[in-house]
């Protein structure tokens, strides 16, 4: 059998090229980001290139036009000429009363509920009620939330507060994710608070049939985990028919990241796909009945009009995320190359999918579902072009059905493998086993099934039950089946983050692979060469950046109301000072979202040290990931013990991991560094009860140069040190004691330190008041340069031994 792809010369592919150089360079301008902003050039050269080869000038002034629409459609999207009762100028101003109306679906994030409200007025107290546009962020300090949902208009009284990043070098940017999304804000609200003003019943058709989508969907959720007696088989099953993520934990996402199957867990084109196929076989069986659309082929084409109404269907009740979206024009694209006659023209129909996704919501380029989709489908359409000659391999019935699956299979691995180790510094190496078991298991029955089971549950719960109890020990048998997988030595790996230069050279040596097997082995020399010398370039900036560096780098990171500071010796040796994180019921993970990708960024995977003030939440619960997923060669930490989960936790992972555990005892004795020295100053006289006064105190020092951290220590304990050591205390800087708090920083202890520069890492107005102002007047009456982590961002501390030099990532 001969697989029939037409050969690759479609003129789209150059169109969505210029198009996604249009919104580089649009997006590169606003956000002045130069590294995007030359990517953006290098590939406009190449449309010049593509005009002087191929002679087509009116072709070149439509490519030419397509950059300059991208262009104009990012900046509308990440900076649009708003009104003046835009939302954007009443962001942290005083509490009003907010009326808006519910446009998504709610999602659990730990224990709130949030959805996007598109504001309609505002009232601050005293003046008069004021017409306003926009959309927030609403969350919801509940999970129980039945009362609101899509469509109803709403009323609560809320501080308007502008999106907050953390500020750190090459950290993920919440707020620019956000505005690409035309959100502009957030609000917080008890349900007891909001009252609804105009229900979805009184609004129109459309409103009211997606509220009881909502309504369906949620109610089945509900039902599927009741119903399953293993909660991971249930969370799985809800995220597969509905969408509904929230309830999966960690634990899972990562042991099928670790697989590489977690595309299976997130609606994508994948699921879509099998909507597709399932249905329009169903609908082309049905149509078939009738001979004479049969013989005039147009039970094809029925079919593929009939299949696009239930994968709208599907896309729309779990959840119509932009992914979701995304997923959907992508499907339906090449559905309607189907229903053209146009479906050997794959690539085609990948760029004009592209082409209108890009063209609805231009911020798509820069989401990691769309780069990750089209790199997979590419690759797959690569790979399917490798076989079309392959006459004597198709053949064989089994091998016509088997192959083309591997080639999927291998192909979205391979296409998405540099870019997944860009964004979730993972790397699968047996994903081809894993997806040729979960993909047909669950793909090919459990989601079909699962269907099954959401329709009879609009009739009779019993039945659903039934099918339920059917799909759960499917599901589970995919889950040993990966714990399987994983446990075997080196079948996963965590790496440091590829940079986009490093992602390019990998792409560059996938693509010089095709080009061999395709026998076209000069260009594909040309680019394998290229992709070498990229890589030994990279190879050697790291190797000079890390082992014959001569400097000392001290980043003190933006980490909200905590401390996290990342000392970097000269000559490779690596030190995190705490680790911040969250107390209460904050699920948000310091450690796993902020400072393990920051490291990563540093291509630092081993830790020489890790130093624990105190086992107190805003020092320590981002520890436990680091444990987990870094080589770390010691635990320094003080006596104290905790019986909070996130203290048992670290100590697990510590003794897992046979981390030795370091306590510093009273005979002050350094250690070494390479050429830096970390001095500990003896614990306390006496235990106190305020555990903030057992925080260890230690003193950097390189040379001339050097840095104390002080932890939470507060007045009592100042005043012991500072009358036992003097002037041993005295340093170049200081990370200020408790967050700038005036309970410590007191005037004795600060002219026994008499730093030149002081840095307070503490959050955005936070609920403390830190720093207080007479901690700010001491400081400047010493002289010293007062630098804040939550005015500033993360601050980087360079010094020679002599001289040190600080600079922030905000520039303040």
């Known amino acids: 059998m001969k697989l029939s792809i037409k050969p690759f010369n479609p003129p789209l592919v150059p169109v969505i090229l210029s198009l996604i150089i249009g919104i580089l360079a649009g997006d590169s301008i606003v956000f002045c980001a130069l590294p995007v902003m030359t990517s953006g050039i290098a590939l406009f050269f190449w449309v010049i290139y593509l005009k002087c080869i191929k002679k087509k000038r009116i072709y070149f002034w439509v490519l030419l036009l397509f950059a300059v629409i991208g262009y104009l459609l990012i900046v509308h999207k990440v900076n649009p000429k708003s009104p003046v009762n835009h939302i954007r100028y009443f962001v942290d101003s005083e509490p009003c009363l907010i009326t808006a109306k519910i446009i998504s679906f709610s999602k659990t994030l730990g224990f709130k509920k949030r959805m996007v409200i598109a504001l309609e007025s505002i009232r601050q107290e005293g003046s008069k009620t004021v017409k306003v546009t926009g959309k927030l962020n609403l969350s919801i300090y509940s999970t129980d939330v039945t009362l609101f949902g899509y469509g109803d208009i709403i009323q609560f009284s809320s501080k308007i507060r502008s999106i907050r990043n953390f500020n750190n070098p090459k950290g993920f940017d919440?707020?620019?994710?956000?505005?690409?999304?035309?959100?502009?804000?957030?609000?917080?609200?008890?349900?007891?608070?909001?009252?609804?003003?105009?229900?979805?019943?009184?609004?129109?058709?459309?409103?009211?049939?997606?509220?009881?989508?909502?309504?369906?969907?949620?109610?089945?959720?509900?039902?599927?985990?009741?119903?399953?007696?293993?909660?991971?088989?249930?969370?799985?099953?809800?995220?597969?028919?509905?969408?509904?993520?929230?309830?999966?934990?960690?634990?899972?996402?990562?042991?099928?990241?670790?697989?590489?199957?977690?595309?299976?867990?997130?609606?994508?084109?994948?699921?879509?796909?099998?909507?597709?196929?399932?249905?329009?076989?169903?609908?082309?069986?049905m149509w078939s009945l009738s001979m004479t659309l049969l013989i005039s082929a147009r039970a094809k084409k029925l079919a593929g009009l009939c299949t696009m109404i239930p994968m709208a269907a599907y896309a729309v009740f779990a959840g119509f995320s932009p992914s979701t979206q995304r997923a959907l024009v992508m499907a339906g694209i090449f559905m309607i190359s189907i229903i053209a006659e146009k479906e050997k023209d794959l690539l085609n129909s990948l760029a004009a999918s592209g082409i209108i996704i890009l063209g609805l919501d231009a911020g798509a380029l820069f989401s990691i579902s769309f780069q990750l989709s089209f790199s997979a489908v590419l690759f797959i359409i690569l790979g399917l072009d490798l076989i079309k000659n392959k006459e004597g391999l198709l053949k064989n019935k089994l091998m016509v059905k088997i192959v083309p699956a591997l080639i999927v299979t291998i192909g979205a691995g391979l296409g998405t493998m540099p870019l997944v180790a860009h964004y979730f510094n993972m790397v699968s190496f047996v994903q081809l086993f894993s997806n040729l078991i979960v993909i047909p298991v669950i793909g090919f029955i459990v989601l079909p099934l699962g269907f099954v089971s959401l329709c009879l549950f609009l009739f009779s719960n019993q039945l659903s039950g039934w099918v339920i109890d059917l799909l759960e020990p499917l599901i589970l048998f995919c889950i040993n089946a990966i714990q399987t997988l994983v446990s075997f030595p080196f079948s996963w790996a965590m790496v440091v983050t590829l940079n986009w230069i490093e992602v390019i050279t990998a792409y560059l040596f996938l693509f010089s692979i095709i080009l061999f097997i395709k026998r076209k082995p000069n260009k594909g020399l040309f680019l394998l060469v290229n992709a070498m010398i990229i890589a030994l370039i990279c190879v050697g900036i790291g190797v000079k950046q890390r082992f014959f560096n001569q400097l000392l780098h001290i980043s003190v990171l933006d980490v909200g109301q905590g401390n996290c500071a990342l000392i970097q010796a000269p000559y490779g040796k690596r030190i995190l000072v705490d680790a911040a994180g969250f107390s209460g019921k904050s699920t948000f993970d310091v450690g796993r979202y902020v400072i393990a990708p920051f490291l990563w960024q540093k291509k630092i995977k081993s830790l020489d040290a890790v130093i624990l003030s105190h086992p107190q939440a805003d020092h320590m619960n981002g520890l436990a990931f680091i444990f987990d997923n870094f080589k770390v060669k010691a635990f320094i930490k003080n006596k104290d013990i905790s019986s909070s989960k996130s203290y048992l936790r670290i100590m697990e992972a510590v003794n897992e991991k046979q981390v030795p555990v370091v306590i510093p005892a009273n005979d002050n004795?350094?250690?070494?560094?390479?050429?830096?020295?970390?001095?500990?100053?003896?614990?306390?006289?006496?235990?106190?009860?305020?555990?903030?006064?057992?925080?260890?105190?230690?003193?950097?020092?390189?040379?001339?140069?050097?840095?104390?951290?002080?932890?939470?220590?507060?007045?009592?304990?100042?005043?012991?040190?500072?009358?036992?050591?003097?002037?041993?205390?005295?340093?170049?800087?200081?990370?200020?004691?408790?967050?700038?708090?005036?309970?410590?920083?007191?005037?004795?202890?600060?002219?026994?330190?008499?730093?030149?520069?002081?840095?307070?890492?503490?959050?955005?107005?936070?609920?403390?008041?830190?720093?207080?102002?007479?901690?700010?007047?001491?400081?400047?009456?010493?002289?010293?340069?007062?630098?804040?982590?939550?005015?500033?961002?993360?601050?980087?501390?360079?010094?020679?031994?002599?001289t040190y030099n600080i600079i922030t990532h905000k520039g303040g």
């Open 669 to 802: 004795k350094p250690r070494l560094f390479g050429d830096v020295i970390i001095k500990f100053f003896n614990s306390p006289e006496k235990y106190y009860d305020n555990i903030n006064e057992n925080s260890l105190v230690c003193k950097l020092v390189y040379k001339s140069f050097s840095m104390l951290f002080c932890g939470d220590i507060m007045e009592q304990r100042e005043k012991e040190l500072g009358r036992k050591y003097g002037t041993q205390l005295r340093s170049t800087i200081i990370l200020s004691p408790h967050h700038g708090s005036s309970t410590s920083n007191s005037k004795f202890f600060l002219e026994k330190v008499q730093p030149k520069s002081v840095i307070i890492s503490c959050g955005w107005h936070n609920r403390y008041r830190f720093p207080k102002l007479t901690v700010l007047d001491r400081y400047n009456k010493l002289n010293s340069g007062i630098i804040r982590t939550d005015l500033n961002g993360a601050v980087m501390i360079t010094s020679n031994g002599n």
């Open 174 to 285: 919440y707020e620019k994710y956000l505005l690409r999304q035309g959100i502009f804000g957030t609000v917080y609200a008890k349900p007891s608070d909001i009252e609804v003003v105009n229900s979805v019943k009184g609004q129109g058709f459309i409103s009211r049939f997606i509220r009881k989508i909502e309504r369906t969907r949620d109610g089945f959720s509900h039902f599927v985990l009741q119903k399953s007696e293993n909660q991971v088989a249930g969370n799985i099953l809800c995220a597969l028919i509905t969408g509904k993520k929230d309830y999966l934990s960690f634990e899972t996402r990562d042991l099928f990241s670790k697989a590489g199957a977690s595309h299976i867990l997130a609606i994508s084109g994948l699921h879509l796909s099998i909507v597709g196929v399932i249905f329009y076989a169903i609908f082309y069986w």
